[in-house]
């Protein structure tokens, strides 16, 4: 009773939300499966437990009663309501983004952006995808939108099969964690590249693409606290009718991106808003907004008069019977991060049948969520959604498509998002990274990591102990449990990737001498005798008994020339990855 207050009906509870300000922290037990689907595109943002049937969210008391409406059990959290007030209350500090320092601004971020341009050429380029809304209207409003690339420049041209991983963050305006996650995520390829042998082989071998403000109209006005959802487009908003029904948050002008791409665009009930002042609001029509057709022009191109999309930086390969799914060796990948609620999201959003490639989508989500210990579902699985973008790059191109929920709130604390979220989901996208070159195959097999060398620098000549983990268990524990298989090898290649062409692979041993178990020691002599001096990379790899090879990851090797030995017993073996 300190904490909420039940709600047994709309009568005795409205009296006091006409007095207070009309925003609560409610928690609901739904009971019903499809009372949370009725109402789930009213409330863009619910934090379910599917398990105990129950919800948390942020409302008012139009949403209260549409809760109760139906058939759910409400209650408030006064003391959570309390902070929420606190927090976003006219005239606090709290709500401009300097009291946020960890968040850089639009203009911080387009400046990080071109710093790495600045500093590393060899791998970073970017490019104007197009304007905002307005920026449209206006050459001195809103913003050009730009997409960085990350990869190694000097090789691109000769690799065209690199697989290419395509992120955006912040479409959600509000949502400050994504757009910053992102940009530090670039940041750390740039500045590991040459130190970090992940990062090294990831750059070398995958063409990252991020859109990391990828709705920087309305970023700039959830700077300044407003909880902004939309773009800014007040076009379809007469009068300023939404403005006039604040101060909730979900009345604000503008268009949800995240419901307006065009694939099943407002195909399902609840799955989107057609009120202009809704927080999901789906635009007029499917792809209105010039942030969604800038996106969509990027990622997947212009369709050409038989429906095939081209020259879009990821490839259509949708099945051509069935129009929809990939074959299981697409390369490449999208993700779309937003904030919050913990969850690793696949496709479909709008219909509750499987997509053609559920099954592989299941093993990739589950095993990003080891990372960051999300809950890994079928995007309608939380509630329907429609216009979005992992289904519309999805069904458009049969692209590996995947949303990530960070964090618990849209204005994340720093201390929250620099000591759990960050770490934790970068590294889940360093995991999906390692797996882009086939997604719906690499993440069936087993991961590896712990490698580790008896010596890190070595004089020529000189053989090295090498040893890992090869783990086919790395799943987020979900129902129905994730099948495993046991571990059958292990390999390790220099200075090359398995599927390389000559790839010369070197077979590593079990630590107890068999390969029986889904996680084993595994261990191999790498011979230097062949090795020019300087850095080299070693990449391993392990392979289950049902899927086969799995998601592989690389440390260093430091090679001396023969009179330099001196300075190899000066250095101890190198960390273990």
Not at 41 to 58: K, M, N, T, W
Not at 257 to 264: E, Q, T, V, W
Request: with cysteine; aromatic share 10%.
């Amino acid at each position: 009773m300190l904490g909420s207050v039940l709600l047994a009906g709309v009568t005795l509870i409205s009296g006091a939300i006409a007095a207070a300000e009309d925003s609560w922290i409610v928690d609901a037990d739904y009971g019903d499966p499809a009372a949370l689907a009725r109402i789930g595109g009213s409330f863009p943002h619910l934090i379910v437990d599917q398990e105990r049937r129950s919800l948390r969210a942020e409302t008012d008391s139009a949403g209260i009663e549409l809760m109760q409406a139906a058939g759910l059990d409400v209650r408030v959290d006064m003391v959570a309501t309390a902070t929420w007030r606190a927090l976003y209350a006219p005239g606090q500090t709290l709500r401009s983004i300097p009291s946020f320092a960890c968040y850089r601004t639009v203009e911080e971020t387009r400046d990080s952006l071109d710093d790495m341009l600045v500093v590393h050429p060899q791998l970073a380029s970017a490019e104007v995808i197009g304007p905002t809304w307005e920026r449209l209207g206006n050459p001195d409003a809103g913003y050009e939108m730009r997409a960085l690339r990350i990869t190694n420049l000097e090789t691109a041209d000769a690799d065209p099969q690199r697989p290419r991983m395509v992120m955006l963050g912040s479409i959600h305006a509000r949502e400050y964690a994504p757009a910053e996650l992102l940009t530090r995520m670039a940041e750390w390829l740039v500045t590991g590249y040459g130190n970090d042998a992940q990062a090294t082989w990831l750059v070398d071998h995958v063409d990252f693409r991020f859109i990391l403000h990828a709705n920087p109209d309305g970023r700039k006005k959830a700077e300044s606290g407003v909880l902004w959802r939309k773009n800014t487009n007040t076009s379809n908003e007469p009068g300023g009718i939404c403005t006039a029904q604040q101060p909730s948050a979900s009345y604000h002008a503008g268009i949800d991106l995240n419901r307006n791409f065009p694939y099943h665009w407002s195909s399902v009930s609840g799955g989107s808003s057609g009120s202009v002042c809704d927080a999901t609001y789906r635009g007029p029509e499917a792809a209105s907004e010039p942030e969604t057709r800038n996106l969509i022009r990027y990622i997947a191109g212009t369709p050409d008069e038989k429906g095939v999309y081209r020259d879009g930086v990821l490839s259509d390969r949708k099945d051509d019977d069935a129009l929809v799914g990939a074959p299981d060796d697409y390369a490449g990948l999208f993700f779309d991060i937003h904030s919050f609620g913990g969850l690793v999201l696949w496709p479909w959003g709008d219909v509750t049948s499987p997509s053609p490639n559920a099954a592989a989508f299941q093993t990739l989500g589950r095993r990003i969520a080891w990372f960051n210990q999300y809950r890994p579902q079928r995007a309608v699985q939380l509630y329907p959604t429609d216009g979005g973008t992992i289904d519309t790059f999805y069904g458009q191109l049969g692209a590996p498509s995947f949303v990530m929920e960070v964090g618990t709130t849209f204005f994340q604390d720093c201390a929250t998002f620099q000591n759990t979220i960050f770490p934790a989901n970068l590294a889940a996208l360093k995991y999906a990274a390692r797996a882009a070159r086939a997604p719906y195959q690499l993440p069936g097999g087993p991961d590896v990591h712990a490698i580790g060398l008896s010596r890190s620098l070595v004089v020529a000549g000189e053989d090295v102990t090498l040893t890992a983990t090869i783990n086919d268990t790395r799943f987020r524990a979900t129902t129905p449990a994730q099948p495993t298989f046991p571990v059958i090898a292990a390999n390790a290649w220099v200075d090359t990737l398995p599927w390389q062409e000559g790839a010369a692979a070197i077979a590593l041993q079990a630590a107890d001498a068999t390969f029986d178990n889904t996680v084993e020691q595994v261990t191999g002599t790498i011979s230097t005798t062949q090795l020019e001096p300087g850095r080299h990379l070693i990449l391993v790899q392990g392979f289950n008994a049902v899927n086969g090879a799995g998601t592989p990851d690389a440390v260093f090797l430091d090679v001396l020339a023969v009179g330099d030995r001196i300075f190899a017993d000066a250095f101890d073996p190198l960390p273990e990855r």
